[in-house]
């Protein structure tokens, strides 16, 4: 049942399409632009992770920018993907960044944390890039009761919460992913986040969104609203404000280095 339930989701331009082919990315900033549920999520999305960004100067990267289209809300942001392809600034690994050290005022991401394979390398490098006070900004699937229900029975990529490391083989740069591994970074091994990166403060984790991105159908699969409805859900999903962490599927995570790494932590701030 399920896996007919998943075959009529699918978006009928995504069928038989490689994930990891430029192609499907040229493809996927089709659909964000014709679907305009969807397009109001990254709206929304973008505006939320533009609001985060420190003052001051040097360049905003961003890792994985694909499809989207973040440079309309960060002037002079510095787009990038793993592989060259249209729109983008720059090709390059997030574990291997070809910046100067403090160069980079921040880093922002959209659904692409858990598509790394080696977080560890990933977070190195950001720490050595940024300069201090500047920050890293994203929005990440997210671990709750409900969205463990949907994440591991509608969606393609891997959700695994048990899992016991922070890393996982790579074979394709979007096929290979954990979609857990923030919630396990930032809410499970939290603690041990900050005794391995002490430099990183976690300033906030908001949980969000449980049911808006599933209805837009995402970049793969079938819009199940019409855009005329988008402000209507928005009014529903503020009325679970206050049980975001049993119902949200993402969360905005906003990471800052600190000016005195090793110097005393600061608590966490959950806008929940």
């Known amino acids: 049942m399920t896996s007919l339930l998943k075959a009529w989701l699918a978006h009928p331009l995504t069928r038989g399409f490689d994930i990891n082919d430029p192609q499907t990315t040229d493809l996927r900033r089709r659909l964000i632009s014709e679907k305009r549920f969807l397009h109001l999520?990254?709206?929304?999305?973008?505006?939320?992770?533009?609001?985060?960004?420190?003052a001051g100067p040097g360049p905003v990267l961003e890792i994985g920018s694909g499809a989207g289209f973040m440079s309309d809300y960060v002037p002079g942001l510095v787009t990038s993907e793993m592989f060259?392809?249209?729109?983008?600034?720059?090709?390059?690994?997030?574990?291997q960044m070809p910046f100067a050290n403090?160069?980079?005022?921040?880093?922002?991401?959209?659904?692409?944390?858990?598509?790394?394979?080696?977080?560890?390398?990933?977070?190195?490098?950001?720490?050595?890039?940024?300069r201090p006070g500047g920050s890293i900004v994203m929005i990440e699937p997210w671990v709750t009761p409900w969205s463990l229900q949907i994440y591991t029975r509608l969606h393609h990529e891997p959700f695994e919460p048990d899992a016991s490391h922070w890393h996982f083989p790579s074979n394709g740069p979007l096929s290979d992913a954990n979609g857990a591994l923030p919630w396990i970074l930032f809410e499970r091994d939290q603690a041990k986040f900050r005794c391995e990166f002490p430099s990183l403060e976690i300033k906030s984790i908001k949980p969000m969104m449980p049911f808006r991105y599933l209805l837009s159908g995402?970049?793969?699969q079938r819009s199940l609203m019409p855009g005329w409805s988008f402000r209507t859900w928005c009014f529903l999903e503020k009325l679970l404000q206050p049980w975001m962490n049993s119902w949200a599927m993402f969360a905005r995570i906003v990471l800052v280095k600190t000016q005195n790494p090793g110097g005393d932590e600061t608590l966490t701030t959950r806008n929940d």
């Open 102 to 130: 403090d160069a980079l005022r921040a880093i922002v991401m959209t659904d692409v944390l858990h598509h790394i394979p080696n977080v560890r390398h990933f977070f190195a490098e950001a720490i050595r890039c940024i």
């Open 41 to 54: 999520i990254y709206d929304e999305w973008y505006q939320s992770v533009a609001e985060e960004l420190p």
């Open 84 to 95: 060259p392809c249209r729109k983008i600034r720059v090709a390059l690994n997030a574990m």
């Open 218 to 220: 995402g970049v793969s």
